[in-house]
């Protein structure tokens, strides 16, 4: 459903439910004969007053010129006119909008008003309520379509804290304004009060959901050394706030001190609630992201393999043919081939694996590479690898994506290469560097189009698997790469 629909379906719910709840409410008062003053002005004049007609319908009519006021801006003018640049329809279109609503307020003040014996037209300019609504009308459309904007912008853009910041300000000036201007037709005094109080507990909420509350969650303070910082900051910035409210009754202390003792009673365990459900809806997230991540990885990780089954009795025939053949070399890389898929298949798979078989598994794929190498005066490959005794455990393939990378990066056929690799173990610490000259890969290399899970892969699962327990430095010039890991197993 489009967003425009419901914006509509919203509006429309809201409108009906406060002209029945209106109706209800002043049909039962006059029923009552408790809105006798209505009809006193009337009297006066000679006049007989209709209770539906000059007050309880100029009254739903009030409200449903701004429903029609809204839909008109919001699902005609803005979409058609405004977004299409046509500015000039737009122009056109809203002052007759405005000039049709202003007679309908003027419309409500002269039927409410008929004992003053003016015509519809002299409401036009002297009643207040009239310009006063059809100012909140442009005041509410312009807020409500910015905070909307604003909204979907964000929502385009990466989440951090000035953008959070930005859009909960945005929607709570939208809600804060709305309800304003909804409580400014019927009570100014409720409006002003809702309006200065709003502002100040929104500030209190941003100030303790993104401050206050990270600070004492991270130093452990307990809800006594909460409240002892909490209170005294609320109330600074409380008496301004406060001051403006009840100035108008005369500075009353004891309201002072009341209401700000009534907003700290229902702010804060609200806005401590609101903040345990963000951190708990964070954490999922976070869940949720590693288990994604992992997820991914083991994909890329599936991705990246063959099923070598269909492979290897070819492999092995390859094998036998060539020992009978006297082609020594090439029946040792047709086995470390065979080794090297068996280990893709087999052992890649699993969540640890013995060092010593993954020092194997880069012996196997850098003597393999070798052959290819060997071929060429230019490139030197020169590997120092520390042979492990101890029975150490550790994630299979965080070792061989850095010395693909190497070969994949830093060999050149035509111009001088070098790839040295080194690993040491101090007791349960290893440490593994890899250097590679730096060339631009030529059309016709065999390892131009050939795919790797990739350094940003392996950084990913560092990160998972080994949190505070490794160190992972990689350097660039023009001329070298270079990689070292300390690895805590």
Same mark, same amino acid.
């Given at each position: 459903?489009?967003?425009?629909?419901?914006?509509?379906?919203?509006?429309?719910?809201?409108?009906?439910?406060?002209?029945?709840?209106?109706?209800?409410?002043?049909?039962?008062?006059?029923?009552?004969?408790?809105?006798?003053?209505?009809?006193?002005?009337?009297?006066?004049?000679?006049?007989?007053?209709?209770?539906?007609?000059?007050?309880?319908?100029?009254?739903?009519?009030?409200?449903?010129?701004?429903?029609?006021?809204?839909?008109?801006?919001?699902?005609?003018?803005?979409?058609?006119?405004?977004?299409?640049?046509?500015?000039?329809?737009?122009?056109?279109?809203?002052?007759?909008?405005?000039?049709?609503?202003?007679?309908?307020?003027?419309?409500?003040?002269?039927?409410?008003?008929?004992?003053?014996?003016?015509?519809?037209?002299?409401?036009?300019?002297?009643?207040?309520?009239?310009?006063?609504?059809?100012?909140?009308?442009?005041?509410?459309?312009?807020?409500?379509?910015?905070?909307?904007?604003?909204?979907?912008?964000?929502?385009?853009?990466?989440?951090?804290?000035?953008?959070?910041?930005?859009?909960?300000?945005?929607?709570?000036?939208?809600?804060?304004?709305?309800?304003?201007?909804?409580?400014?037709?019927?009570?100014?005094?409720?409006?002003?009060?809702?309006?200065?109080?709003?502002?100040?507990?929104?500030?209190?909420?941003?100030?303790?959901?993104?401050?206050?509350?990270?600070?004492?969650?991270?130093?452990?303070?307990?809800?006594?050394?909460?409240?002892?910082?909490?209170?005294?900051?609320?109330?600074?910035?409380?008496?301004?706030?406060?001051?403006?409210?009840?100035?108008?009754?005369?500075?009353?202390?004891?309201?002072?001190?009341?209401?700000?003792?009534?907003?700290?009673?229902?702010?804060?365990?609200?806005?401590?609630?609101?903040?345990?459900?963000?951190?708990?809806?964070?954490?999922?997230?976070?869940?949720?992201?590693?288990?994604?991540?992992?997820?991914?990885?083991?994909?890329?990780?599936?991705?990246?393999?063959?099923?070598?089954?269909?492979?290897?009795?070819?492999?092995?025939?390859?094998?036998?043919?060539?020992?009978?053949?006297?082609?020594?070399?090439?029946?040792?890389?047709?086995?470390?081939?065979?080794?090297?898929?068996?280990?893709?298949?087999?052992?890649?798979?699993?969540?640890?694996?013995?060092? %010593?078989?993954?020092?194997?598994?880069?012996?196997?794929?850098?003597?393999?590479?070798?052959?290819?190498?060997?071929?060429?005066?230019?490139?030197?490959?020169?590997?120092?690898?520390?042979?492990?005794?101890?029975?150490?455990?550790?994630?299979?393939?965080?070792?061989?994506?850095?010395?693909?990378?190497?070969?994949?990066?830093?060999?050149?056929?035509?111009?001088?290469?070098?790839?040295?690799?080194?690993?040491?173990?101090?007791?349960?610490?290893?440490?593994?560097?890899?250097?590679?000259? %730096?060339?631009?890969?030529?059309?016709?290399?065999?390892?131009?189009?050939?795919?790797?899970?990739?350094?940003?892969?392996?950084?990913?699962?560092?990160?998972?698997?080994?949190?505070?327990?490794?160190?992972?430095?990689?350097?660039?010039?023009?001329?070298?790469?270079?990689?070292?890991?300390?690895?805590?197993?």
């Amino acid at each position: 459903m489009k967003l425009r629909r419901i914006e509509a379906i919203v509006a429309t719910v809201i409108t009906l439910v406060v002209m029945v709840i209106m109706f209800g409410k002043k049909t039962k008062n006059w029923e009552a004969r408790t809105s006798l003053f209505l009809e006193k002005p009337f009297e006066e004049k000679g006049m007989t007053f209709n209770f539906f007609e000059n007050h309880l319908l100029p009254t739903l009519l009030f409200v449903a010129l701004f429903y029609i006021a809204f839909l008109t801006f919001n699902n005609f003018i803005i979409p058609r006119y405004i977004n299409k640049a046509k500015y000039e329809m737009a122009l056109f279109t809203s002052f007759l909008t405005l000039f049709i609503l202003w007679f309908g307020f003027a419309y409500c003040e002269w039927m409410q008003h008929r004992y003053n014996r003016l015509t519809v037209w002299a409401y036009f300019g002297e009643s207040g309520r009239v310009i006063s609504s059809i100012v909140s009308i442009i005041l509410f459309i312009s807020t409500y379509t910015l905070a909307k904007q604003g909204h979907l912008f964000l929502l385009q853009k990466k989440l951090n804290l000035s953008s959070t910041l930005l859009k909960e300000s945005l929607i709570a000036f939208s809600v804060i304004s709305s309800a304003y201007l909804f409580l400014l037709v019927f009570n100014g005094s409720m409006a002003f009060f809702w309006l200065i109080i709003s502002i100040y507990l929104f500030i209190m909420y941003s100030i303790e959901m993104y401050g206050l509350l990270p600070f004492c969650s991270k130093a452990k303070y307990s809800l006594k050394q909460y409240l002892y910082v909490r209170l005294p900051l609320s109330f600074l910035i409380y008496a301004p706030f406060g001051f403006v409210v009840v100035s108008g009754l005369g500075f009353n202390t004891n309201a002072f001190f009341a209401l700000w003792c009534c907003t700290c009673l229902i702010s804060i365990p609200v806005i401590k609630h609101l903040y345990h459900l963000k951190l708990q809806h964070h954490t999922k997230l976070g869940n949720l992201e590693n288990a994604l991540g992992n997820s991914t990885a083991n994909l890329s990780f599936l991705r990246s393999q063959i099923n070598p089954h269909f492979l290897f009795n070819a492999l092995n025939t390859l094998y036998g043919s060539a020992l009978t053949e006297g082609a020594e070399m090439t029946a040792t890389s047709i086995q470390k081939l065979g080794d090297i898929m068996r280990f893709m298949l087999h052992e890649n798979i699993l969540d640890n694996i013995l060092l %010593v078989r993954e020092i194997e598994y880069l012996h196997n794929y850098i003597d393999l590479q070798k052959l290819r190498t060997d071929l060429s005066q230019n490139v030197i490959v020169d590997y120092n690898i520390q042979q492990v005794t101890k029975d150490l455990f550790i994630a299979p393939m965080l070792l061989i994506p850095f010395v693909e990378n190497a070969f994949k990066h830093g060999i050149s056929l035509k111009e001088p290469s070098w790839i040295k690799v080194n690993l040491s173990m101090q007791d349960d610490r290893l440490f593994f560097d890899v250097y590679n000259s %730096v060339h631009l890969k030529q059309i016709n290399d065999p390892e131009k189009n050939r795919s790797s899970i990739g350094i940003p892969n392996v950084r990913q699962r560092l990160l998972q698997l080994y949190p505070n327990k490794h160190e992972l430095t990689i350097r660039q010039t023009d001329m070298e790469y270079f990689v070292h890991l300390t690895l805590t197993l």
